[in-house]
């Protein structure tokens, strides 16, 4: 039994942190954070005394802003908006969760992705991607919940695979992604009870992927001499699922609906 | 077998988008969205006439700015940025991907997330939070890599499962994720070649959950009557697997020095 040691990693990256501040330092730069907390939480307060601790050791400049509990919510925005139009505040950090009465999904516009240190504001309020969100349309059109279901995506791009991964997942699916570096993919997919497909590759997944009960969601569109087919075998999963998204007529015709979803989204959500 | 048809969703969401415009109309507001294209790809341009179609039929407005392919990278930024600025824009939508000379990550930062209505602009070059990015330099300082493994992660949190999941994946791991509605949690962890853990419930995972040769990262970290523990039991981890993080002493301390290290790139990507 190995012991990995935080300490391992910790010296690594520190080691990297003074190299690369050396090299700022030599142009006669600095890096400086902003921390902004609000309330008392003992979490926060010890994280922040570290953190401040930790930049004091390496030279990074710090300030950090305190709130009491009970700040309105126009005070902390107007403040992190502040600090991220400084050109001297390199990154914010935001102790989180905020107090409820908080919205967060506002207070997040405030803080751009680049300053984000945390990386903790983003993610979940953007938009998801179109394609994903249709497929999770076409699921709910039919009454089809992933909740506690095994559900298996084939493919980890950032436009399909990996948002669908998410959206199922925060839909309560007990989500597998597969992809190029997967040893086998047809024994994992035989184990799904939702199957969706976004590998791109024309009619690559066969019966050799599928097993019967399965629910099956085709990505994939590419035209052929005669129409347009997907990423699945049309006629094997039409022989083994118990349902099966068309090509055409599936997935790809919902996407362009929720474009217009978002259009309207964004337009509901600047008026907030 | 039940074909599920696009049309179903589509109609539920466009009588969505009919009903929402209404409302957005009836207050003498209206809904407008600006596309960017670079370059002549058919795709990019038969998605476009769609999208003008649809919404032309909606009534939502439309401006579109075409590109040649070999744009300059200034202008394009500035011309996504003005769109930003405009409050009359409500979304966004730049045609990806981008020829290869154009720097995605820096044309991003010219739409806000909040405009971004494909959603297709964020995720990937954002700081992932450092708890995540701790448990991947961890494995990293011990030459483990995820490519090809059976990775499973208990926890679906927005600061660690889910951006660790993304992480693996991204690593090419091949990764499930456990969470509370999860049917048979120690079956899923069973399974795991490397085991991820960040459930929040101190000593929750036991011999039950383990199997021999795991490597075992717990990102768990409670204090106790005598100093702090992890998720899991370190005592059946020791036991059982082939490699373990002790808790103090394993990601908890890496995740401060990651937060070091998004301050310097943040300085350094700003500078680009």
Redesign the interface.
């Known amino acids: 039994?190995?012991?990995?040691?935080?300490?391992?990693?910790?010296a690594?990256?520190?080691s990297?942190?003074t190299d690369?501040?050396s090299a700022?330092r030599a142009k006669g730069?600095s890096?400086r954070?902003a921390l902004f907390r609000v309330g008392e939480r003992g979490d926060d307060c010890g994280?922040e005394r570290?953190?401040l601790r930790?930049?004091e050791r390496?030279g990074?400049e710090t300030e950090h802003t305190d709130f009491p509990e009970d700040v309105a919510e126009d005070t902390l925005y107007s403040a992190l908006a502040a600090a991220a139009q400084r050109?001297d505040v390199?990154?914010i950090?935001l102790f989180?969760p905020l107090p409820t009465p908080l919205r967060t999904e506002r207070i997040r516009?405030a803080v751009?992705?680049?300053?984000?240190?945390?990386?903790?504001l983003?993610?979940?309020?953007?938009?998801?991607?179109?394609t994903p969100e249709?497929c999770m349309?076409?699921?709910?059109?039919?009454g089809i919940s992933p909740?506690?279901k095994r559900c298996v995506v084939i493919g980890?791009s950032?436009?399909v695979g990996?948002?669908l991964?998410?959206l199922l997942?925060?839909a309560?699916?007990?989500?597998?992604?597969?992809?190029t570096?997967?040893?086998d993919v047809p024994k994992?997919t035989r184990e799904a009870e939702l199957l969706f497909v976004a590998c791109g590759k024309p009619r690559m997944v066969d019966r050799t992927y599928l097993s019967p009960r399965q629910?099956i969601?085709d990505v994939g569109f590419h035209p052929t001499e005669n129409g347009f087919c997907g990423d699945v075998k049309a006629e094997d999963a039409?022989?083994i699922?118990?349902?099966?998204?068309?090509v055409p007529?599936?997935?790809?015709?919902?996407t362009?609906?929720?474009?217009?979803?978002?259009?309207?989204?964004?337009?509901?959500?600047?008026?907030v």
């Open positions: 039994m190995q012991l990995l040691k935080g300490s391992v990693a910790k690594r990256i520190e990297q942190v690369r501040l700022i730069e890096v954070i994280y570290s953190i930790a930049c390496f990074i050109n390199d990154g950090l989180r516009t751009p992705p680049e300053k984000d240190i945390d990386g903790a983003l993610e979940e309020s953007c938009f998801t991607p179109c249709a349309h076409l699921l709910e059109a039919y909740n506690g980890r950032p436009v990996k948002p991964a998410n997942r925060a309560g699916g007990l989500v597998t992604v597969c992809h570096q997967t040893v994992e629910i969601i039409e022989a699922a118990d349902a099966y998204t068309p007529g599936g997935v790809g015709s919902v362009l609906s929720v474009l217009l979803l978002h259009a309207v989204q964004a337009h509901e959500r600047k008026h």
